[in-house]
C-alpha cells in the first residue's frame, strides 16, 4: 500500500470517528432496559454492514423490531457500508452493544432502546487490525476485542455510560487470534485461533489463558493445551468447570476440564467428530452443547449439531441430532434455555428451535427467519442478557 493510500485511508477514518456523536446521556445507560418478554436476538449482517433486532417469541418465533441498523465506520479499503460486522457482545444490564467491524477496524458501541431494538448512529471507536471478536467481562467494566490481524486483544473500561475506552493492548502466543471466552467469575480469559489458510497438514493449534487481573488488564499469556487447526469456536459450561473448542479443519470437537489454577485437562473419550464444525454454545444449565456445522449446504448431516454433557465432561449426541437445517456457522442460547438460534450465512437466515427434554430441538413455527440484512458469518449471533439486578 502506498504512503499516499496510507494517509488517505487515515484521514477517512479520522474522519468517521469524529463525525459520529459520543453516545448521549440516558437513563437506559445506568438501568437496566426492558425488553420483549421473550428477549431479543442480534444478527451481525457481513454484506449489508448492519445489525438485525429481532424480538424472540413463543416456541422461539422471531419479529423483526423494525430495520437493521449501520454499524457505519467505511474506509477506503472497506467492502460494504459497514465493513463486514463480525463479533457483538452486550453489558450484562443489556443497555449497551458491541459490534466490531473487521475490514474498518472499528467498534460501534449501540444503544438500546426500550424495546430492545438497537438504536442508529453508533459511536465508532478505533481497534486494532481486523477486528475479529468481542467478549464483556461478567462484571460489564472491561471489553476485550480480539485484533486478529495484528495479534492482539484490545481491552477498554466501559464508563457508566456504556463508553469504551481502550486501556491496553496485549499479544498473543500466535497468529489470527479469533474468539475469546472469560470464566463465569471473570478470572481468566482463554483465547482461539483460526486461519482461512489452515489445512489438514497445519500444526495443531493453541488455547491460550490469561489471568485476569484486579483492573481488567490481562497477566502474560500462557499456552495451556491444544486442539486441532482453525479454532473459530471457543465456549465454557455455566459453573466454569469445562471447555470446548471447534477445530473446522480437523472436523472435531475438542473438550477439557478446568482447574481452580485455569489449567486444561483433556476429557476422556474426546474429541468428537462434527462436519466443519465453527460456533457452539452450552445451554445454562450445563446439559447440552449445541454445534453449528457443515457449511457445505449440500452435504450430510445437517448444520446444527445437539450433544448431552456428561458429568466428566464427554459428549453423546442427543436423539434427534442433527437438526434438519442448512449449514450454519453460529449459535445462541436464550437465558432461560429454551431456544436455541442459528445462523444460515448463505441465504441470510436464522433457524430456530425450541429445547425440549432431553435436549431435542423442535424447530419454531415459520422457521428459518429472515434477518432483513446480508450474509451473517461466525461469532453474528446474542441473545440480549437478562437485565441486572442492580446497575454495573
Not at 453516545?23 to 418478554?37: I, K, Y
Not at 480469559?189 to 500444526?203: F, G, H, K
Not at 491444544?226 to 479454532?231: E, I, L, S, V
Amino acid at each position: 500500500m502506498s504512503s499516499v493510500f496510507r494517509r488517505a485511508r487515515a484521514a477517512v477514518l479520522a474522519a468517521a470517528l469524529l463525525c459520529v456523536p459520543a453516545l448521549a446521556p440516558s437513563p437506559a445507560a445506568a438501568d437496566p432496559v426492558l425488553p420483549p418478554s421473550g428477549g431479543v436476538l442480534y444478527v451481525t449482517n457481513a454484506v449489508s454492514g448492519d445489525v438485525s433486532s429481532l424480538a424472540i417469541g413463543p416456541g422461539g418465533t422471531l419479529s423483526p423490531l423494525g430495520t437493521p441498523v449501520s454499524t457505519g465506520g467505511c474506509t477506503l479499503e472497506g467492502t460494504g457500508p459497514g465493513c463486514t460486522p463480525r463479533g457483538i457482545a452486550l453489558t450484562p444490564n443489556g443497555a449497551t452493544a458491541y459490534v466490531v467491524n473487521s475490514d474498518s477496524s472499528t467498534l460501534a458501541v449501540f444503544r438500546v432502546g426500550v424495546r430492545g431494538a438497537l438504536q442508529p448512529h453508533p459511536l465508532l471507536v478505533e481497534t486494532g487490525k481486523e477486528p475479529w471478536g468481542a467478549t464483556v467481562a461478567p462484571n460489564g467494566r472491561t471489553l476485550y476485542v480480539t485484533d486478529t490481524a495484528d495479534r492482539t486483544i484490545s481491552a477498554y473500561r466501559i464508563g457508566a455510560d456504556g463508553t469504551p475506552s481502550r486501556f491496553a493492548v496485549f499479544r498473543t502466543t500466535s497468529d489470527h487470534p479469533k474468539q475469546t471466552v472469560l470464566s463465569p467469575d471473570g478470572r481468566f480469559l482463554y483465547l482461539s485461533y483460526a486461519d482461512a489458510d489452515e489445512t489438514e497438514d497445519s500444526p495443531a493449534r493453541p488455547i491460550t489463558r490469561y489471568a485476569v487481573l484486579p483492573d481488567g488488564s490481562l497477566g502474560p499469556p500462557q499456552d495451556v493445551a491444544k486442539a486441532g487447526p482453525a479454532n473459530y469456536g471457543i465456549t465454557m459450561s455455566p459453573d466454569g468447570g469445562l471447555l470446548y473448542v471447534t477445530s473446522n479443519v480437523a472436523q472435531n470437537v475438542q473438550g477439557f476440564r478446568v482447574g481452580k489454577d485455569g489449567s486444561l485437562k483433556p476429557v476422556p473419550g474426546l474429541p468428537v467428530s462434527v462436519p466443519f464444525p465453527v460456533g457452539l454454545k452450552v445451554t445454562p444449565d450445563g446439559q447440552h452443547l449445541y454445534v453449528s456445522a457443515n457449511l457445505d449446504t449440500g452435504s450430510p448431516p445437517g448444520g446444527l449439531l445437539g450433544f448431552t454433557i456428561h458429568a466428566d465432561g464427554s459428549l453423546t449426541p442427543t436423539a434427534d441430532s442433527p437438526a434438519p437445517t442448512a449449514g450454519t456457522a453460529a449459535v445462541a442460547i436464550t437465558p432461560d434455555g429454551r431456544d436455541v438460534f442459528a445462523n444460515i450465512q448463505d441465504t441470510s437466515q436464522v433457524v430456530a428451535f425450541a429445547i425440549g427434554s432431553g435436549g431435542t430441538l423442535k424447530q419454531a413455527p415459520g422457521s428459518p427467519f429472515s434477518t432483513g440484512g446480508k450474509r451473517p458469518l461466525s461469532q453474528s449471533l446474542a441473545v440480549r442478557p437478562v437485565p441486572a439486578a442492580t446497575p454495573q
